[in-house]
């Protein structure tokens, strides 16, 4: 069993930045990839970028690639997503996923993770 909490959500100011954190616990492997998801009020659960845990691989969303990027701390089995040049679109909860075995193919799709943590709200306001 794999359990994931977030932390660093907030309220930031249009233009601002946010680090958000993943840590692991529990048993993991080696075959692991790391997600992050968000989703906004009436809308669908989006993917946004993920990492392979071995190797360190990435992928990223069209609609976050080059102001999100994914990292991970293998030694504090933490994961982040740093956030930059926010937007008020942004706002949603955020999410962060493990599951094993995953293909790039697979990557951004909700149903590849098993795992997953209780979300942050991340709020971009002035």
């Known amino acids: 069993q794999v359990q994931l909490a977030e932390s660093g959500g907030g309220l930031v100011q249009p233009g601002g930045s946010l680090r958000l954190s993943c840590e692991l616990s529990?048993?993991?492997?080696?075959?692991?990839?790391m997600g992050w998801f968000r989703q906004a009020p009436g809308k669908e659960r989006e993917f946004l970028a993920a990492?392979?845990?071995?190797?360190?691989?990435?992928r990223y969303s069209d609609s976050v690639k080059g102001r999100f990027t994914i990292s991970k701390d293998t030694a504090k089995n933490t994961g982040y997503l740093q956030m930059t040049t926010l937007r008020p679109e942004d706002t949603a909860v955020y999410y962060c996923?493990?599951?094993?075995?995953?293909?790039?193919?697979?990557?951004?799709?909700?149903?590849?993770?098993?795992?997953w943590g209780q979300g942050t709200q991340v709020t971009v306001s002035s």
């Open positions: 990492i392979r845990w071995s190797g360190g691989s990435t």
């Open positions: 529990g048993r993991t492997f080696s075959s692991l990839t």
């Open positions: 996923a493990a599951g094993s075995g995953l293909i790039w193919s697979t990557m951004a799709t909700d149903r590849s993770y098993s795992y």
